[in-house]
């Protein structure tokens, strides 16, 4: 079943329910689908066919639903693009996937303008709204209706490309990683059953539409015929949990920075949160911590635990009912999927031994966009059936039940005093401590340890020193796991999908000492 197609058949058998909620704006399965047909005869009017690839550069809203199901509905592929995005990523990605049309609102026609300004092939440009920087770009709902779309029997399969989802780039250039049809399916199919998904649910997302995870929301939504409350941000959470109230919200996705602020939060009313029925978290590991205070400021409501990467969409959930048990594991592979630690010669580690996390099942990439070496160097065959697997590059443990412990980065590990660091470690010591609101450890050079390590840390409390922090650090960990500097700073650095990132850290580190730091 191609995506489009869930679409398709929620107009079909409830077509009244309403689909989404977008501001003031409210439309239901029927309109959703009708409204996305109309834009799709916009992208085939403008030559866009079976395969091409299209941008949609949009923030969260009505419009870049409408254009996620409309590439699709056009049988082409989506390249979804944060609306935060600059125009070097812009034009970055333009010569890397050289779409033949790109969505985007009318506010960011200048960015457009610009990046496609320095590639000789012309590309089709389609406004939410007229822009003065593209005069002549037509909008996208208003241009002539051609044939339905749905009409079109171009034999296209589950197995063509649907997506192609560029990495943050966080340890180079962005690499596009290829998502069938039956890819997106198989896992949004696994998350909505493992989270018990219906008909009856209202899921209120902040995720942006171009990430994975904020994606599988909508995906999760249309499989389900439930209702997708879409919000452009959470730079207001406050307003977020009013809206969640307002709608009587009951699954809410969030990421650790969001964990984060709601419990700087004082005086939070619990009322805001009585239609919850689940929430969840990606994107990194919760804090041990956050997940202990989480669940006391809303005991009513299933946490789920996940973990995932943008080449396998997600890979493990922590049913809600072991997190007493073990509130640091982000439990098992998701239906449908295997996950497995591996050894250096890619055999099952030992229980409780540290190893790579490698993922197998239709969820997995199809591989990267054009880049055959690095395809071959995470979708490897497995030493005795030959399957393609992903290896993940993350370290992991599995206890002897089989539950995964995210433990860090292979390229984090932080090797100081000749010991091998975890970084999470030592920041799940600092999470423990009263006045932290977010931490985040990384190594930099040291001239005498190889690496030092260093705790990057968001204060709730003014009068936290760093003395206070390493008497506490020296107190709760091994003497070479203690932080030798601790730099206090008002937010910590993340990549454009909100995951914390180190390297971004460390070159924070870098400039501020200079170049002999």
């Given at each position: 079943?191609?995506?489009?197609d869930?679409?398709?058949?929620?107009?079909?058998?409830?077509?009244l329910?309403?689909?989404?909620?977008?501001?003031?704006?409210?439309?239901?399965y029927?309109e959703?689908?009708?409204?996305?047909e109309?834009?799709?005869?916009?992208l085939?009017?403008?030559?866009?066919?079976?395969?091409?690839?299209?941008?949609?550069?949009?923030?969260?809203?009505?419009?870049?639903?409408?254009?996620?199901?409309?590439v699709?509905?056009?049988?082409?592929?989506?390249v979804?693009?944060?609306?935060s995005?600059?125009?070097?990523?812009i034009?970055?990605?333009?010569?890397?996937?050289?779409?033949?049309?790109?969505?985007?609102?009318?506010?960011?026609a200048?960015?457009?303008?610009?990046?496609?300004?320095?590639?000789?092939?012309?590309?089709?440009?389609?406004?939410?709204?007229?822009?003065?920087?593209?005069?002549?770009?037509?909008?996208?709902?208003?241009?002539?209706?051609?044939e339905?779309?749905?009409?079109?029997?171009?034999?296209?399969?589950?197995?063509?490309?649907?997506?192609?989802?560029?990495?943050?780039?966080?340890?180079?250039?962005?690499?596009?990683?290829?998502?069938?049809?039956?890819?997106?399916?198989?896992?949004?199919?696994?998350?909505?059953?493992?989270?018990?998904?219906t008909?009856?649910?209202?899921?209120?997302?902040?995720?942006?539409l171009?990430?994975?995870?904020?994606?599988?929301?909508?995906?999760?939504?249309?499989?389900?015929?439930?209702?997708?409350?879409?919000?452009?941000?959470?730079?207001?959470?406050?307003?977020?949990f009013e809206?969640?109230?307002?709608?009587?919200?009951?699954?809410?996705?969030?990421?650790?920075?969001?964990?984060?602020?709601m419990?700087q939060?004082?005086?939070?009313?619990?009322?805001?949160?009585?239609?919850?029925r689940?929430?969840?978290?990606?994107a990194?590991?919760?804090?041990?911590?956050?997940?202990?205070?989480?669940?006391?400021?809303?005991?009513?409501v299933?946490?789920?635990?996940?973990?995932?990467?943008?080449?396998?969409?997600?890979?493990?959930?922590?049913?809600?009912?072991?997190?007493?048990?073990?509130?640091?594991s982000?439990?098992?592979?998701?239906?449908g999927?295997?996950?497995?630690?591996?050894?250096?010669?890619?055999?099952?580690?030992?229980?409780?031994?540290?190893?790579?996390?490698?993922?197998?099942?239709?969820?997995?990439?199809?591989?990267?966009?054009?880049?055959?070496?690095?395809?071959?160097?995470t979708?490897?065959?497995?030493?005795?059936?030959?399957?393609?697997?992903?290896?993940?590059?993350?370290?992991?443990?599995?206890?002897a039940?089989?539950?995964?412990?995210?433990?860090?980065?292979?390229?984090?590990?932080?090797?100081?005093?000749?010991?091998?660091?975890?970084?999470?470690e030592?920041?799940?010591?600092?999470?423990?401590l009263?006045?932290?609101?977010?931490?985040?450890v990384?190594?930099?050079?040291?001239p005498?340890?190889?690496?030092?390590?260093?705790?990057?840390?968001?204060?709730?409390?003014p009068?936290?020193?760093?003395?206070?922090?390493?008497?506490?650090?020296?107190?709760?960990?091994?003497?070479?796991?203690v932080?030798?500097?601790?730099?206090?700073?008002?937010?910590?650095?993340?990549?454009d999908s909100?995951?914390?990132?180190?390297?971004?850290?460390?070159?924070?580190?870098?400039?501020?000492k200079?170049p002999?730091?």
């Amino acid at each position: 079943m191609r995506l489009e197609d869930h679409l398709r058949a929620r107009a079909a058998d409830a077509g009244l329910k309403t689909a989404l909620v977008c501001g003031d704006r409210r439309i239901n399965y029927a309109e959703f689908s009708q409204s996305a047909e109309r834009v799709a005869g916009a992208l085939a009017n403008a030559g866009v066919r079976r395969g091409d690839r299209v941008l949609v550069f949009m923030d969260n809203g009505l419009e870049a639903v409408l254009s996620i199901f409309a590439v699709w509905m056009a049988g082409a592929v989506l390249v979804p693009v944060n609306p935060s995005a600059k125009i070097g990523r812009i034009a970055f990605l333009i010569n890397h996937c050289r779409p033949t049309a790109i969505m985007a609102q009318g506010r960011l026609a200048p960015i457009l303008a610009e990046a496609a300004s320095q590639f000789p092939t012309p590309i089709h440009i389609l406004l939410t709204e007229p822009h003065a920087a593209l005069p002549n770009a037509p909008l996208f709902e208003k241009s002539p209706r051609t044939e339905p779309v749905s009409m079109i029997d171009d034999g296209r399969q589950e197995d063509d490309l649907a997506a192609i989802l560029y990495t943050s780039g966080s340890t180079g250039d962005p690499k596009g990683v290829m998502m069938a049809h039956a890819n997106l399916n198989a896992a949004a199919s696994s998350i909505a059953s493992y989270l018990e998904n219906t008909a009856d649910d209202v899921i209120l997302s902040v995720l942006p539409l171009s990430f994975g995870y904020g994606l599988t929301q909508l995906l999760t939504t249309v499989f389900s015929g439930a209702t997708l409350v879409l919000e452009k941000s959470f730079a207001f959470p406050y307003a977020v949990f009013e809206r969640l109230r307002d709608q009587r919200a009951t699954g809410f996705p969030l990421v650790p920075s969001m964990v984060a602020m709601m419990l700087q939060m004082k005086d939070l009313d619990a009322a805001l949160f009585a239609s919850l029925r689940y929430i969840t978290s990606a994107a990194a590991p919760l804090p041990v911590d956050h997940i202990r205070r989480l669940r006391s400021v809303l005991p009513g409501v299933r946490l789920y635990s996940m973990y995932g990467q943008t080449e396998c969409i997600r890979a493990t959930y922590l049913p809600p009912e072991q997190l007493e048990q073990r509130p640091g594991s982000v439990g098992l592979a998701i239906p449908g999927a295997q996950a497995c630690v591996v050894d250096e010669a890619g055999k099952p580690a030992k229980p409780n031994d540290i190893g790579e996390l490698v993922i197998s099942g239709p969820n997995v990439m199809r591989g990267y966009w054009e880049a055959p070496e690095a395809t071959a160097q995470t979708l490897r065959p497995h030493v005795q059936t030959g399957e393609l697997r992903l290896h993940t590059g993350d370290l992991f443990t599995a206890d002897a039940d089989g539950f995964l412990t995210f433990v860090a980065r292979r390229d984090d590990i932080i090797k100081s005093r000749g010991e091998k660091v975890p970084p999470k470690e030592v920041e799940n010591v600092l999470h423990t401590l009263p006045g932290v609101a977010e931490a985040l450890v990384a190594g930099v050079p040291d001239p005498v340890l190889g690496q030092s390590i260093k705790a990057f840390v968001v204060s709730a409390d003014p009068r936290l020193t760093e003395r206070d922090v390493l008497r506490y650090c020296a107190r709760h960990l091994e003497d070479y796991m203690v932080p030798k500097t601790i730099e206090f700073v008002a937010a910590l650095p993340k990549t454009d999908s909100g995951k914390l990132s180190r390297r971004l850290a460390a070159a924070m580190h870098s400039t501020r000492k200079g170049p002999d730091a």
